[in-house]
């Protein structure tokens, strides 16, 4: 079978890799004509774990191929998948589809054929509807179905999450793209995941709740952490007997500076204005996207307090920059917040990443008070105090007695809780981490 993937971002160059390891025949295509000759070349744009070599296996045996042309790209797909971008639109919040409408438009100019066109994307309830009549109305005599797929892939884990994922879901209006598209998934089947037939609109709908009750139980567990720094309770231990009840579990209840990445903030701010469209009352969903704004703005007050409130001319070392560990993704990250804030204040900056460097470097103007390193204890050397700000496997294991050596003042905040209060604080530092009884607010 052949299929068609019009997008190389994150969802679609994993998809479609995928898709080839299952064996069907992929066309990954992309306007970007240097991104796709890179991509000939086994060369990737992102980093995600495992999937460089993948990419070269399924192009070593021809399952995979990259497209610039759409028309050529598309010939002979039994189905077609949406995967470009849906950005939060400036001005209002809504999902800016236009990237979505335009491709479907370019579908119906080049398609004879019958093909399912599947949104692939996280679109609004209605997207496929509107699709579908975008299609129709520039090619009026086409034979083609529009269903909804979205995906649920976790950064850092994504091939995993695709290859032997929780479920699948497929919202789509017809027999015949149900039978096509329960085919592409037939090694699922195999293995006995839970596939999910739905309407297009349902489908649609359960992506958005799914990434706003995640996001939900993000910020709980944030703002109970902040209630244990009041009280003299350890938001370690709230978090595992909350999470051996079984209607809750324990993932996503761990503590931090705020969710971010290419999900979650636009995802929930997308939910809340379907609602209103719609005057649904989403309280909650507001509550959590103002929330989790105001908390990453309120990190720098954490770091400023553990400085003793003097930041001016001194040299803070930030470890991590990315949303979160294995990805280089810097889409709403707590450091976009941090590091500006630490700036206005006077403060210098010496930042490290493992794999985030280059596309930080992205989102900061060339500025004499930020410090690029490459490796961590360089960036921390002569600093007056240091963050831990993404929970990469590698600051787990930091030798605390040299760190200490490091710094000019043995001031470490952990944003992220990966070390033991006793065992940093016997070492001699200042140590400040989020809901625990050693935290800096009481």
């Not at 770091?303 to 280089?328: E, M, Q, R």
């Not at 989102?363 to 360089?378: M, P, T």
Request: with cysteine.
């Amino acid at each position: 079978m052949k299929i068609s993937i019009i997008g190389t971002g994150y969802v679609g160059l994993v998809s479609g890799t995928c898709f080839a390891e299952f064996g069907l025949d992929v066309t990954c295509i992309d306007k970007d004509k240097e991104k796709i000759n890179d991509l000939k070349k086994g060369i990737i744009p992102i980093f995600e774990p495992g999937l460089e070599s993948l990419v070269k296996k399924n192009l070593d045996e021809k399952r995979i191929n990259f497209e610039t042309n759409i028309t050529k790209g598309i010939k002979d797909s039994q189905a077609i998948f949406i995967a470009v971008g849906t950005p939060t639109r400036r001005g209002d919040g809504h999902a800016d589809l236009s990237f979505v409408y335009k491709v479907a438009e370019e579908i119906a100019k080049s398609l004879n054929h019958y093909s399912v066109i599947v949104n692939k994307s996280t679109v609004p309830i209605g997207t496929g509807k509107k699709v579908y009549e975008i299609i129709k109305s520039n090619n009026k005599n086409l034979s083609f179905d529009v269903a909804s797929n979205p995906e649920f892939l976790r950064e850092g884990s994504a091939i995993n999450d695709f290859m032997r994922p929780d479920r699948v879901v497929i919202g789509c209006e017809s027999e015949k793209a149900k039978k096509i598209l329960k085919e592409l998934y037939r090694p699922l089947f195999l293995l006995e995941t839970p596939i999910l037939f739905t309407k297009r609109e349902t489908a649609e709908l359960i992506k958005y709740a799914a990434n706003s009750f995640l996001a939900t139980k993000i910020t709980f567990i944030n703002e109970i952490a902040d209630l244990c720094e009041k009280v003299g309770a350890n938001v370690s231990d709230v978090a595992t007997g909350m999470g051996l009840d079984g209607r809750i579990g324990k993932k996503f209840l761990h503590p931090g500076p705020g969710y971010g990445g290419s999900c979650f903030p636009k995802d929930t701010i997308a939910l809340v204005k379907t609602a209103q469209d719609y005057k649904a009352d989403l309280g909650l969903v507001q509550h959590v996207v103002k929330s989790n704004i105001n908390r990453k703005k309120n990190i720098f007050k954490r770091v400023k307090k553990a400085c003793s409130n003097k930041l001016k001319d001194k040299t803070v070392t930030i470890l991590g920059l990315t949303f979160k560990p294995n990805t280089d993704d810097m889409r709403d990250s707590a450091s976009l917040d941090l590091i500006p804030a630490l700036l206005k204040e006077g403060s210098s900056v010496n930042l490290f990443d493992p794999e985030g460097m280059e596309e930080a470097k992205k989102y900061f103007i060339k500025n004499n008070k930020i410090f690029w390193f490459k490796d961590s204890y360089s960036a921390m050397k002569g600093s007056d105090a240091l963050v831990i700000l993404t929970e990469w496997n590698q600051f787990r294991a930091l030798n605390l007695q040299k760190v200490k050596t490091l710094l000019n003042n043995p001031i470490l905040v952990d944003l992220r809780n990966i070390y033991d209060p006793k065992e940093v604080i016997d070492f001699g530092f200042s140590y400040f981490s989020i809901g625990r009884p050693t935290s800096l607010f009481k």
